[in-house]
């Protein structure tokens, strides 16, 4: 069974910076998207920013353009969100996503909180 596990959520004050891992296992392709997107409780899942299959070629929202960082390490099958200069606004649930071919699988979601 395919699964995504966020870890690195937590809490942090605004301007300071979080990193999330986002670690990927059983997935029976070799080359998938990866994003990161997140979600306010009432409002619908929005997306971050996304990487391809090598890490070569980034996208992200307006709203984190400069701040948040996506990075890959193919041979841990894990990928990365660093964000920094947090604003408080950036609180929400974050879950990444792996985009093949066929499908797209989700993780559980991680928790990020950040106060003013």
């Known amino acids: 069974q395919v699964q995504l596990v966020e870890s690195g959520g937590g809490l942090a004050q605004a301007g300071g910076s979080l990193r999330l891992s986002c670690l990927v296992s059983?997935?029976?392709?070799?080359?998938?998207?990866m994003g990161w997107f997140r979600q306010l409780s009432g409002k619908e899942r929005e997306f971050v920013g996304y990487?391809?299959?090598?890490?070569?070629?980034?996208q992200y929202a307006d709203s984190v353009k400069g701040r948040f960082t996506i990075s890959r390490d193919t041979a841990k099958n894990t990928v990365y969100l660093q964000m920094n200069s947090l604003k408080p606004e950036d609180t929400a649930v974050y879950y990444c996503?792996?985009?093949?071919?066929?499908?797209?699988?989700w993780g559980q979601g991680t928790q990020v909180t950040v106060s003013s």
């Open positions: 996503n792996a985009l093949t071919t066929i499908r797209d699988y």
């Open positions: 059983r997935l029976p392709f070799t080359n998938y998207a």
């Open positions: 990487t391809d299959w090598n890490g070569g070629r980034t």
